[in-house]
């Protein structure tokens, strides 16, 4: 049994993503930090597709109800285990009624955190993640709360590992984003593009504390559309790290809750910066690079 | 028909530039060919108005191999033999307590309720798409004399069931979310069950007509 004394500012049950049913609407869901949930997971021997804990903010922290071992990577936080401190992407071993404590995050803003075993909940839609708006997946559909108790199925004690620190990944603001060409990057106008390509100081955006788990706000400069053209498109599918253009000209990032979407889609963010918008902070400072060979 | 990459894991088909029943087919035809393949390096398929956008295994396959894949096979999807469309009738509360915008349609249109029930009940609509959120029906095209603009401010919960008019699209919430179409009614219809396979009652290009509950 784990129990959740304090589930941080949020918390919720993530895995690798609810794919396939896109057709019907449905997203994935998936954990935002890809690297860190596969890390988390072999660390802690566990198969590549187990449960685990996302979280924002400190004072996150379980009483652990069973011997087993515990991991945490992502974001650089200051862990406690009954007084003791932990080392970042570390498994490290839990005796029954010990507890796990988040103080603070030095690095970084979403964290990991899993266990040897599998926590007790069922998939859904193939699935562990929980899916926010329609409230099913994860624990009960919703973000943890205090109080909340689930089951560590066949809890195992593996011996302590590490990831490296020279692997763990560089999460410190300000962030580069690159991003290829997207679909609509012709309906703006060629000023406001040249000015978001020189990389001045006005090209650095704002992620703007409106942001979620749906889609990172930027603020800042705001892109001009030409005059010609509709600012919304006819819906159509979108890819998780879409940038989009809504009518104010102020980009959104999408990430993994939308299959479709109605704004101009300026970019998409590339694949190996798509971890590192798990770590985007309310105020960090972010400039969006173009790359490829549509330069 | 063109193919064109959409960052690293997407192929965008492009099958025309509008809300189109023969161009919507044309993607339905295309969507319903793709998934019966079954590929391991289809992650998922997001077939909409007029473009059906495929998110690939980009470890698995290159974009180039896959739209050579893809186009090797272009002559089979005419022979596929497509699903027939299923015809969905849903009963709607309309207007007061489950329609909170009907009193602004009816001010917007210059029609009465009655007449507006009359007109969106009587068009057999097209299931042009299905997004976003799980098992939303984006349906068309509504009768022109019901065209009404978004909200301005998008309400911060729409309930569940709620049927909305957006331009000359008509829509179901199937869970209370944040939104921004004027809600003229509300259906008991369950249009998407997480619990139970199939989850979703309705496909692309089948049909749906409303009747008053």
């Given at each position: 049994m784990i129990e959740v004394i304090h589930p941080g500012w949020f918390s919720l049950i993530v895995d690798g993503g609810r794919y396939g049913y896109a057709d019907y609407?449905?997203?994935?869901?998936?954990?935002?930090?890809t690297f860190s949930y596969k890390m988390l997971n072999a660390l802690l021997k566990n198969p590549s597709d187990a449960p685990a804990i996302e979280v924002i903010g400190n004072d996150f922290s379980l009483r652990i109800g069973t011997d087993m071992t515990c991991a945490i990577t992502g974001a650089k936080v200051e862990a406690i285990l009954s007084g003791e401190l932990l080392q970042p992407w570390t498994s490290f071993r839990a005796q029954k009624g010990s507890i796990l404590k988040v103080k603070s995050i030095f690095e970084g803003f979403r964290y990991y955190v899993g266990f040897?075993?599998?926590?007790?909940i069922e998939k859904i839609i193939n699935s562990y993640s929980t899916n926010l708006e329609c409230r099913f997946g994860g624990f009960k559909g919703r973000p943890l709360m205090k109080g909340d108790r689930f089951v560590l199925k066949e809890p195992r004690e593996e011996k302590p590992d590490k990831i490296p620190v020279e692997n763990i990944p560089d999460m410190k603001p300000p962030h580069v984003l690159r991003f290829l060409k997207g679909p609509e990057m012709k309906y703006f106008s060629p000023e406001s593009l040249s000015r978001l390509f020189e990389k001045k100081a006005s090209s650095w955006y704002n992620v703007s504390s409106k942001s979620n788990r749906t889609g990172i706000r930027l603020e800042g400069e705001p892109l001009v559309f030409k005059k010609d053209v509709e600012k919304s498109i006819i819906s159509e599918g979108i890819l998780p790290g879409t940038i989009q253009i809504p009518g104010d000209g102020l980009p959104i990032i999408m990430l993994h809750e939308r299959t479709i979407g109605g704004y101009a889609r300026l970019g998409v963010i590339i694949k190996a910066d798509h971890d590192l918008l798990a770590h985007l902070k309310p105020k960090d400072a972010v400039m969006l690079e173009m790359v490829g060979p549509d330069l | 028909m063109e193919y064109q990459k959409y960052g690293e894991d997407g192929v965008r088909i492009v099958?025309?530039?509008?809300?189109d029943l023969v161009i919507n087919e044309n993607v339905r035809r295309y969507y319903s060919y793709l998934k019966s393949l079954n590929l391991k390096e289809v992650v998922d398929i997001m077939p909409s108005f007029s473009t059906c956008i495929i998110h690939f295994d980009s470890e698995a396959i290159s974009f180039e191999k896959f739209v050579f894949y893809l186009t090797e096979r272009e002559s089979q999807i005419n022979a596929f033999d497509i699903r027939e469309p299923v015809i969905h009738e849903i009963p709607v509360v309309y207007g007061g307590s489950a329609g909170p915008d009907m009193g602004f349609v009816v001010s917007y249109t210059k029609l009465s309720e009655d007449e507006i029930i009359d007109l969106h009940t009587s068009t057999l609509y097209n299931v042009y798409t299905i997004g976003f959120m799980p098992g939303f029906p984006y349906l068309g095209t509504l009768d022109k004399r019901l065209y009404v603009p978004r909200l301005e401010t998008p309400r911060v919960k729409v309930p569940k069931g709620s049927v909305g008019l957006a331009q000359l699209q008509t829509g179901i919430y199937t869970y209370e979310s944040p939104g921004g179409w004027q809600i003229i009614g509300k259906t008991g219809a369950k249009l998407f069950d997480h619990t139970t396979e199939p989850y979703c009652l309705m496909n692309m290009g089948d049909k749906v007509r409303f009747v008053r509950a």
């Open positions: 609407g449905v997203p994935s869901s998936a954990a935002l930090d040897s075993g599998t926590i007790g | 099958f025309g530039d509008a809300i």
